[in-house]
């Protein structure tokens, strides 16, 4: 097998795995690898065929001429050039054509919008990971938190908040979700994805500086004013037996915008 053809064959390999890596919503970096490798040995087996095309030495011959003197067809197993060619334009054309196969696999679906890394008595550490008790925040204080070890994880950002008792006003099933006075929502808002990073003690609300969304506290985080149209999601807070702030699961509510989860 020549290096031209063996190069073709990294290339249609390639696209294969590309599209493949587009299916399956791999991370983008690798779908454009892939991509980047399969017109990369299409350029190097063109090269390649060029290269073996060459003859090592100029070659002169008399010209014949036409009729019954011209000299016989070549052997089948002499390659002429445009044979060569020809294949080879054919097995490129293939592989683009296949190429233009992993735009239309990766748009034929929406991945399904997964949890965050919040779980059932992870415990509540600051950005700097320093654990929190529940008596820790004083009242009309907020802090941004996260699970214990995940500080990486960004669509678990959260905000705490120290509020006075009694002040909630949330529906039945999330009244013990309140511990001492602190309550926790998701820092993403639920309009563009944007940090609500404002709060206001005197009315208790907060704010997203982006669009200028507002969040009603007592009503479990509800939008009272802006483009957001969807309360921010509320975790459920619990005390371990050393005092320190759990949650007790996951976000009950999809975090961030509608069409950071909702499918098509």
């Known amino acids: 097998m020549t290096f031209s053809k063996l190069a073709l064959i990294v290339a249609i390999v390639a696209v294969l795995g590309d599209i493949v890596a587009a299916a399956l919503h791999l991370n983008p970096a690798v779908v454009?690898?892939?991509?980047?490798?399969?017109?990369?040995?299409?350029?190097?087996?063109?090269?390649?065929?060029?290269?073996?095309?060459?003859?090592?030495?100029?070659?002169?011959?008399?010209?014949?001429?036409?009729?019954?003197?011209?000299?016989p067809p070549l052997p089948d197993d002499v390659l002429s050039r445009r044979g060569v060619f020809g294949r080879l334009w054919v097995w490129t054309l293939g592989a683009f054509a296949l190429a233009g196969v992993v735009p239309l696999v990766s748009l034929a679906r929406r991945p399904q919008r997964g949890g965050t890394a919040w779980t059932r008595g992870a415990r509540l550490v600051t950005p700097e990971g320093?654990?929190?008790?529940?008596?820790?925040?004083?009242?009309?204080?907020?802090?941004?938190?996260?699970?214990?070890?995940?500080?990486?994880?960004?669509?678990s950002a959260t905000l705490l908040l120290r509020v006075p008792d009694g002040l909630m006003r949330?529906?039945?099933?999330?009244?013990?979700?309140?511990?001492?006075?602190?309550?926790?929502?998701?820092?993403?808002?639920t309009h563009a994805g944007c940090p609500v990073a404002i709060y206001r003690k005197a009315t208790y609300e907060l704010y997203c500086p982006c669009?200028?969304?507002?969040?009603?506290?007592?009503?479990?985080?509800?939008?009272?004013?802006?483009?957001?149209?969807?309360?921010?999601?509320?975790?459920?807070?619990?005390?371990?037996?050393?005092?320190?702030?759990?949650?007790?699961?996951?976000?009950?509510?999809p975090v961030g915008p509608d069409h950071w989860w909702r499918t098509i």
């Open 130 to 155: 320093r654990l929190l008790r529940a008596d820790d925040l004083v009242e009309g204080a907020v802090e941004t938190v996260f699970p214990e070890g995940m500080l990486d994880a960004p669509e």
């Open 170 to 189: 949330l529906p039945s099933e999330r009244t013990n979700w309140v511990q001492h006075g602190n309550v926790a929502f998701s820092k993403i808002c």
């Open 32 to 71: 454009g690898l892939l991509a980047a490798l399969a017109f990369a040995a299409v350029g190097v087996a063109a090269a390649a065929a060029a290269t073996e095309l060459r003859a090592p030495d100029d070659l002169t011959e008399p010209r014949h001429a036409r009729g019954p003197s011209a000299p």
């Open 211 to 253: 669009h200028q969304s507002v969040f009603d506290v007592p009503a479990g985080a509800a939008p009272v004013s802006g483009p957001a149209t969807r309360a921010l999601p509320q975790l459920g807070l619990d005390v371990d037996g050393d005092g320190y702030l759990i949650a007790r699961g996951d976000f009950v509510d």
